[in-house]
């Protein structure tokens, strides 16, 4: 039996707003903004959403084995912007490296998932995400 494609109505819109949620984040957090909290909780509901998404294609234990890998990619993200906000370059290189294992776990899930999707050119795409989420949050720091 061949994996289904997954189709972009739900799964790729979930997975769109992470963009805008962690943008979200990213500024109520390094401004020190009181919706912080409410920001970071709905950031990580967005992670159960994709998880969600995914069940009618992979099944219920694929959906919450990626909601999870994503979870940790999150938790690992205020790791990355509470670093670069403290200006703990150990620290923050120490999160990035964390941040990249957690970037490959997630290629290795998902292409496990549906053989249609190269491991390896996932794993790029994550690491450009990291890299340019990590670039967005020093340079607003340094503004």
Known sequence: ?????????????????????????????????????????????NQDDI????????????????????????????????AAKADDKGLLTAAQKK????GKDIAAFLSGANPNWPRREFEEMLQKHLDLTTGEVVGRLKK
């Not at 941040?99 to 957690?102: A, E, V």
């Open 51 to 82: 998880g969600d998404a995914i069940v009618p294609y992979y099944g219920p234990g694929a959906g919450k084995k990626l909601a999870s890998l994503l979870r940790d990619h999150i938790l690992i993200a205020t790791e990355v912007v509470k």
């Open 1 to 45: 039996m061949r994996p289904r494609r997954l189709s972009c109505e739900s799964p790729c819109a979930s997975f769109g707003k992470i963009t805008s949620h962690t943008r979200n984040y990213i500024i109520s957090a390094l401004a020190d903004l009181p919706d912080n909290d409410a920001v970071a909780t709905r950031l990580l509901r």
């Open 99 to 102: 941040w990249s294992k957690n």
